[in-house]
């Protein structure tokens, strides 16, 4: 299925479905963000926020509202993804699609987060992650991106997060160095 804007903007408010390999993840569907999600998507995030190299600062309602009315406005070459198990929201991916800063070329896709519940187990958070990532792919390809990148900036469990991403079928192209002042 089609998760371009132009096709959100087709389907109206109807709640897009995007498709998964059924055999892989039986009581897995993968959709759109919308505003029902708000409070199980919260909980992941403050979960997710728990585990980053960020911790130690306060978490913010505010900001993560304002996130929210962003990926809900789903402005021109912006996705709010959700997985839910069970009928539930397990994890969340929401993600920006521009061209690079020096050329005119094919778009490309950042992905600014991607959060699964930490309470599932551990096979079950990683069905959701690639999930997750195979559907910022089917948008990116809707929009036909050149790349998507998919910014790792947690500073947890880095190997674990590098085994995932590579049974994505990403490639390590660099990294994040936190400099603190």
């Known amino acids: 299925?089609?998760?371009?804007?132009?096709?959100?903007?087709?389907?109206?408010?109807?709640?897009?479905?995007?498709?998964?390999?059924?055999?892989?993840?039986?009581?897995?569907?993968?959709?759109?963000?919308?505003?029902?999600?708000?409070?199980?998507?919260?909980?992941?995030?403050?979960?997710?926020?728990?585990?980053?190299?960020?911790?130690?600062?306060?978490?913010?309602?505010?900001?993560?509202?304002?996130?929210?009315?962003?990926?809900?406005?789903?402005?021109?070459?912006?996705?709010?993804?959700?997985?839910?198990?069970?009928?539930?929201?397990?994890?969340?991916?929401?993600?920006?699609?521009?061209?690079?800063?020096?050329?005119d070329g094919p778009l490309f896709a950042n992905v600014q987060v991607i959060a699964v519940d930490l309470t599932l187990g551990p096979t079950r958070r990683a069905k959701i992650f690639l999930a997750l990532v195979a559907a910022v792919r089917q948008w990116a390809v809707s929009l036909n991106a050149s790349h998507s990148f998919i910014h790792v900036t947690t500073g947890s469990n880095i190997k674990a997060t590098d085994r995932l991403m590579k049974a994505a079928g990403g490639r390590f192209v660099g990294g994040a160095y936190v400099v603190q002042v």
Do not use: C
């Open 1 to 103: 299925m089609d998760i371009s804007q132009e096709s959100r903007s087709a389907m109206g408010s109807a709640r897009a479905e995007i498709e998964v390999d059924r055999k892989s993840f039986s009581g897995l569907r993968v959709r759109l963000f919308d505003e029902g999600d708000i409070p199980a998507v919260r909980d992941i995030m403050i979960q997710h926020h728990a585990t980053t190299v960020f911790r130690n600062q306060a978490f913010s309602d505010w900001k993560l509202k304002k996130h929210f009315q962003t990926i809900l406005s789903r402005p021109p070459r912006m996705v709010g993804i959700v997985a839910e198990w069970g009928g539930t929201p397990s994890g969340v991916a929401w993600a920006t699609a521009d061209s690079y800063m020096l050329s």
